[in-house]
């Protein structure tokens, strides 16, 4: 923060209240709580009572000192429109500055992997998730053109270098969602070495049923600098809600079960692909 940047501390919330007084309000720094819906559907996902109370309570209280706080909400397999929305509603009253919703998906190691949601079943949720938007102010922290994809709008390669991640083992590869593909010790070599191709939805079945913001925020951010109209109308229409969804991305790999199949999750026959929310 001192260098000027920007950083968003993601947090369950469950000790924020206890160590809040070591934080001080600044434009730099964003509470960044998890939450994934209502009570009983965050307390059921995190597999606690409880949860969502206290996280709720460090939310008022972040928000009342100041604080620059957002909401990170993962959907999953099983949700209602309406209860998301409401959701939102809810979210919104609280005085948060801003929402991030990904669709949650089956990878290896999800600890709830029969919980995920497909692919095509995530973008007709959003469709009519964001039919009960059109006439609320949620203030949802994403790009238009992203909130366009969830719905099955544009067809999206994922871009996993636009939201790097570096923890203790170095810069993993390829993506924060992926934990078997190895580290780079530097960030050059994560950037120079990666075998970028080998991932994404169509190239790795891991990625097969993943929309999530990490890898495809960033391709619709390019999408918007590249062609300033389309993000401009997108921005004044909203994303679309109905009319046939964008072909989904071949699949570049041998036919064989990814995960998610291989869990037991239904798949949709709706989609091109047989395919899928944090
Ligand atoms: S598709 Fe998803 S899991 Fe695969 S590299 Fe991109 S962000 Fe990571």
């Known amino acids: 923060m001192k260098k000027k940047k920007f950083v968003y501390l993601c947090t369950n919330a469950l000790l924020l209240q206890r160590k809040m007084k070591d934080y001080k309000p600044s434009v730099y720094l964003t509470f960044s709580i ?3 819906g209502n009570q009983l559907r965050h307390d059921t996902s995190v597999c606690q ?4 109370d206290k996280a709720v309570e460090a939310i008022r209280m972040a928000v009342d000192k100041g604080f620059r706080v957002n909401v990170n909400c993962t959907l999953f397999q099983g949700e209602e429109a309406k209860e998301v929305a409401e959701f939102f509603d809810y979210a919104t009253s609280l005085g948060v500055e801003g929402i991030t919703v990904s669709p949650g998906f089956s990878y290896d ?4 992997q029969e919980v995920f949601l497909q692919r095509s079943a995530s973008k007709r949720l959003f469709r009519r998730i964001f ?5 609320k102010k949620w203030p949802l922290n994403h790009s238009t ?4 994809f969830l719905a099955g709008n544009q067809t999206y390669h ?8 570096r923890n203790l083992f170095g810069w993993q590869r ?6 078997d593909e190895g580290y780079a010790s530097t960030f050059k070599s994560l950037i120079e070495e990666t075998d970028w191709g080998k991932y994404g939805t169509g190239n790795n079945p891991k990625c097969a049923n993943c929309m999530a913001h990490c890898g495809y925020e960033p391709t619709a951010v390019n999408d918007a600098l590249a062609h300033p109209l389309k993000a401009f109308q997108k921005f004044i229409q909203g994303p679309g809600t109905d009319g046939p969804m964008a072909p989904e991305l071949p699949v570049a790999y041998a036919e064989e079960k990814s995960s998610a199949t291989a869990a037991g999750l239904p798949v949709d026959t709706g989609s091109a692909q047989a395919n899928h929310n944090g």
Do not use: I, M, R
């Not at 039919?131 to 006439?135: M, R, T």
């Not at 994922?158 to 991640?165: L, R």
């Open 34 to 36: 998890h939450l994934d």
């Open 49 to 52: 009572e409880g949860v969502f």
């Open 109 to 112: 190691h999800a600890p709830q």
């Open 131 to 135: 039919e009960f938007g059109k006439s």
């Open 145 to 148: 053109l992203y909130l366009d």
């Open 158 to 165: 994922c871009t996993p270098w636009g939201n790097p991640t």
């Open 174 to 179: 390829p993506c924060y969602l992926l934990v």
